[in-house]
């Protein structure tokens, strides 16, 4: 059995869930305060964000493949007759030989399967933003846990997982838990109230639902395709992370070339009102990347929607405090069924949903 990974002797499956639900809550916050704490006619390009967070999640990966690739392919004759003088990490020729290994396992011939998940992320990216700003940051949260449901049928269909009775049983709680928390939501629609927030009122429920609707529908099959690819095969986690962001980045390009013109230049464009609070929303959105990457290959696509329901209960204590945000009965209702759904859904059952794919990578 191999060893699992840990960090100081905490595996990496729980620090990654763990940081996966803290980060979650941040960006649910985070993002919604960039899109309302200002009037629209000074909101910052999401497309410009989507396409910065493909940017540098694409970096970073890059970096950490670079610096472990001896670990993702063994040495080879070419580098084994180099004499000594060139052992050293940053020599010249060694740094070639590693762009080389690097660029082999980037290009490899598999790499296109990474292109499906790539232009669902950047669909679901861009309709976050869209979700944010239509809806409260805790009515986003809660029904984003549909993805639950996308995420279980994707799985059962494509890695034929198999889910126990109460596991059903617990997709049909999220279900009707989502149902109740949407209905608070039309009520809540007429009664806005926000001294904090420019234009709550400009606020769009049915655009915001749909929207969360056809994210949770491309996050189950992106996720679970990454995790079909990432367990299929050998290749290392950050290879595939690149090769995500990759063939991420033209179809981020595509809204941000369809935009209209502006008189200030295409740079200045694309950055017009992008403050603090919008790089802080791409950086968050970054880390969580990354972690969902480390979840996705540590654990699943399943146990990752746990963690993320965890965060609901920070974000709705921060939306109460920060946001004005109302809470009635309904929504608190709807939001205990979900956490009741989620907790079911993780209880062992005598047929406890089991994958046939185990990461088979380094
Ligand atoms: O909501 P969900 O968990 O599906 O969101 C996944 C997020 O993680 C997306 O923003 C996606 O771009 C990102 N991701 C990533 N690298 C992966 C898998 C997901 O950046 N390998």
């Known amino acids: 059995i191999p060893p699992v990974p840990s960090f100081r002797g905490i595996p990496l499956k729980y620090i990654s869930l763990v940081t996966l639900a803290v980060q979650n809550s941040l960006l649910t916050l985070i993002m919604h305060y960039s899109r309302v704490s200002i009037p629209p006619s000074q909101s ?15 970096s970073i990966s890059l970096a950490i493949a670079f610096a472990r690739i001896n670990r993702v392919t063994p040495y080879t004759s070419d580098t084994t007759q180099l ?13 070639l030989l590693r762009v080389r290994r ?6 490899s011939p598999d790499c296109w399967k990474l292109s499906i998940p790539a232009i669902l992320y950047v669909i679901q990216n861009n ?34 997982k198999q889910l126990s009775a109460s596991q059903w049983l617990a997709l049909l709680f999220l279900a009707i838990g989502v149902g109740v928390v949407q209905i608070q939501t039309g009520v809540s629609d007429t009664s806005k109230a926000s001294s904090l927030l ?3 009122t400009s606020m769009n429920a049915l655009k915001g639902f749909l929207a969360v609707f056809a994210a949770c529908f491309t996050s189950g099959l992106a996720g679970v395709y990454f995790e079909m690819v990432l367990k299929n095969s050998q290749s290392d986690l ?8 990759a063939f991420s980045l033209l179809p981020a390009l ?53 963690a993320t329901s965890l965060s609901i209960v920070i974000s709705f204590l921060a939306s109460v405090a920060l946001f004005d945000f109302q809470m009635t009965f309904t929504f608190i209702l709807g939001s205990v069924i979900v956490l009741i759904a989620t907790w079911l859904y993780n209880q062992p059952g005598r047929n406890p949903s089991t994958s046939r794919l185990v990461y088979v990578g380094k």
């Open 83 to 95: 004499p000594l003088t060139v052992s050293r990490f940053w020599h010249p020729t060694k740094i």
């Open 254 to 306: 595509i809204p941000i070339i369809l935009s209209r013109p502006s008189e200030t230049g295409f740079l200045s464009s694309l950055f017009e009102n992008f403050g603090a609070w919008a790089w802080a929303t791409v950086a968050i959105q970054v880390i969580g990347g990354l972690v969902t990457a480390m979840v996705i290959k540590y654990s699943d696509n399943i146990l990752k929607g746990f």
């Open 198 to 200: 420019f234009h709550e």
């Open 44 to 58: 910052y390009s999401a497309p410009t964000a989507v396409l910065l967070n493909e940017l540098l999640k694409g």
């Open 127 to 160: 309709l976050q933003y869209v979700a944010a700003t239509n809806l409260e940051a805790a009515t986003f949260q809660v029904s984003y846990q549909m993805k639950i449901l996308s995420t279980a049928a994707f799985s059962v269909i494509l890695l034929r």
């Open 102 to 107: 690097l660029g082999r396992e980037v290009f």
């Open 238 to 245: 950050w290879i595939r992370n690149v090769q995500l962001s």
